[in-house]
């Protein structure tokens, strides 16, 4: 089992380059945050929102999913359309094995944010744990990405399958913000049908 694990690149190098590459973008996810709630804090004070949750942390949390749902959405249609992804297409082994760039960047993001958002939805924003157990499978899966494996796969399903989640997030961080301003009412609206 470990032979097989170590034939398709793990090692404790692959381990210490992903912590390497996915710890800037867990500090940038984090700042991000922090930046878009003291945003908000400073420009609409301070109010509940009617799950109970400080606004402007809801606000930031699902902020921070709306922007890396549109940085991975840009990554998996970029691979799409520079010719990564069909790169990747020719043969099942490499549909496998093949390395891009892209993927492995993605991979890296993908494992930091799902790692911010395990750790949110555990101590901050209680989602029960089948959302809980969806975020730990996804890190597993994204580090599991980085080794190379399934490159191919992992431009689609954390790239460009996002497109939905862009409208799914901006959605909830109209809901939040509606009832303090009339425009987000609006916008609100024409994300539910978006996302339908």
């Known amino acids: ?3 097989a694990a170590l034939d398709i690149g793990y090692s404790t190098q692959k381990t210490y380059d992903l912590l390497n590459e996915a710890l800037p973008f867990l500090l940038g996810i984090c700042c991000v945050h922090f930046a878009i709630k003291k945003a908000i804090h400073g420009f609409c004070g301070h109010w509940k929102t009617r799950e109970g949750f400080e606004a402007a942390g809801w606000t930031a949390f699902n902020g921070t999913v709306l922007l890396y749902d549109v940085v991975s959405l840009g990554f998996g249609l970029t691979a799409l359309y520079n010719g990564q992804m069909s790169s990747l297409a020719g043969s099942p082994h490499d549909r496998v ?7 492995s960047s993605l991979c890296a993001l993908t494992a930091a944010f799902e790692a911010y958002n395990t750790a949110l939805c555990v101590l901050v924003y209680p989602q029960g744990l089948a959302m809980i157990g969806h975020h730990v499978v996804t890190f597993g899966l994204a580090f599991i990405g980085t080794a190379p494996y399934v490159h191919f796969y992992a431009l689609f399903f954390f790239g460009i399958a996002n497109l939905s989640s862009v409208a799914l997030a901006g959605y909830t961080v109209c809901e939040a913000l509606k009832p303090r301003y009339a425009i987000f009412e609006r916008l609100h609206a024409a994300l539910q049908v978006a996302f339908a």
């Open 1 to 3: 089992m470990v032979d």
């Open 97 to 103: 094995h093949g390395y891009s760039s892209f993927a």
